[in-house]
């Protein structure tokens, strides 16, 4: 696609009508270095003119219409640009290195995830390849090779193969430095990866050899269901418990308080409240409430939230309050304070993963799914983590012993 920037590719939508089968997009690999080959962390909105071209095509049937990343980093919108430029007929497929931000940054409805959630939905996404470091003139963050094809085999559908290329067996280190490229993939590197490629499934390779003549075997590839990368973000909401006293000492403090107007309108229901017999008294919001009906004191719903704000206390030791007071069908009120949400993969039932993993805590809590959100990404370190247990005390012992000892043995010698 030539040599144009971030600014150049979104603003100006070179080559517009044009297609291509191959697509590339790595980082410069020599001086000066250009952080525009993806654009790793080029800030997208500070340019009013590149600001507004891509609004305009972030709507249906244009370049961004997935969604948009942050404004610090327009990565993602350069690889929306070349899947604008995909061939649907011919079938075109895109190499892009990226930095980690795009696997994984925003949340579940945002940009981020919408753009990444759009790779997957269009079946576009083949594999990820983490890269070993230092790889690049002007960067020495993790990067990630994206490859792209819109022209899949059947048995690919909604898959997708991550390797993980990252340990010293892909590399082979520089007689010396440039900028901060210290190594380059090995040529038995390159051909692990390609072959885990060709392969298109889970894969191992040795990477060691241990003095019992066994060669350990590190996975290096995993394959992947799209749905394994897709959650939905449940929000759960736990009920607002409420307790009421010392009303009257409330109220002359409030009066005492120079920005309160004890004289407007909405203010007279505390007033009211407050010259009550016996309004002191400690009780829990139902029985505040039905104290209130039996003085003959009618309330509406906004004088219910103005007493609750300014006499209530919170109280985890009391029942429930009801958004009516007056209404036992309303449901409870949901205390803001304590709204949480819930990350739940794709492929867990959303019921059985609230009954196992959050009533067992929060028995009072329930699911509000009306504000349910999917998200996507792609947690490509989590998946190749290996747990190494810490090393036993004692042996950590006997070797800094065994150095003690050395040390004076050498001493003597000296």
Avoid at 47 to 54: A, G, I, Q
Avoid at 351 to 376: N, Q, S
Wanted: aromatic share 12%.
């Amino acid at each position: 696609m030539g040599n144009s920037s971030l600014s150049e590719t979104v603003r100006e939508h070179i080559y517009k009508e044009l297609l291509f089968n191959q697509l590339c997009a790595v980082p410069k690999n020599y001086p000066p270095a250009n952080e525009g080959f993806p654009p790793f962390g080029v800030d997208w909105g500070k340019d009013e003119n590149v600001k507004k071209k891509v609004e305009e095509d972030n709507a249906p049937n244009r370049r961004f219409e997935a969604g948009l990343p942050s404004k610090n980093d327009g990565s993602l919108l350069f690889l929306m640009h070349m899947i604008s430029k995909m061939d649907d007929r011919q079938g075109s497929r895109i190499g892009i290195v990226l930095n980690g931000s795009p696997l994984f940054n925003g949340d579940a409805g945002g940009g981020w995830s919408n753009i990444r959630q759009s790779l997957l939905d269009r079946n576009l996404l083949d594999a990820i390849v983490a890269l070993p470091k230092n790889l690049f003139y002007g960067t020495d963050i993790s990067s990630y090779l994206w490859i792209l094809d819109n022209k899949r085999p059947a048995d690919r559908y909604h898959k997708v193969l991550f390797i993980d290329a990252t340990c010293d067996y892909f590399t082979t280190p520089l007689q010396r430095s440039l900028g901060k490229k210290r190594y380059e993939i090995s040529k038995i590197g390159a051909e692990a990866i390609m072959l885990a490629y060709k392969t298109y499934d889970n894969f191992s390779i040795p990477i060691d050899y241990l003095d019992d003549g066994t060669f350990p075997h590190k996975e290096i590839a995993k394959l992947l269901d799209y749905d394994d990368f897709l959650y939905t973000k449940v929000t759960v909401l736990r009920p607002k418990r409420l307790s009421f006293s010392g009303i009257s000492e409330k109220y002359e403090k409030l009066l005492a308080d120079e920005d309160f107007n004890a004289d407007a309108p909405k203010n007279q229901i505390l007033k009211t409240v407050a010259d009550l017999k016996d309004i002191d008294a400690k009780r829990a919001d139902a029985d505040f409430f039905k104290f209130l009906k039996d003085q003959k004191v009618k309330v509406t719903a906004t004088e219910v939230k103005l007493l609750r704000a300014t006499f209530g206390e919170r109280d985890e030791d009391a029942p429930e309050i009801l958004a009516n007071p007056y209404k036992s069908t309303s449901g409870f009120e949901a205390d803001s304070d304590l709204n949480d949400t819930e990350i739940i993969p794709f492929k867990k039932d959303i019921d059985e993963y609230f009954a196992e993993e959050v009533l067992p805590f929060v028995p009072d809590a329930w699911m509000d799914r009306t504000k349910d959100k999917i998200g996507c990404e792609f947690p490509f370190t989590k998946l190749f983590y290996e747990y190494k247990p810490l090393r036993d005390s004692s042996i950590i012992l006997d070797e800094l012993k065994h150095l003690d000892e050395q040390s004076e043995i050498d001493m003597k010698n000296l």
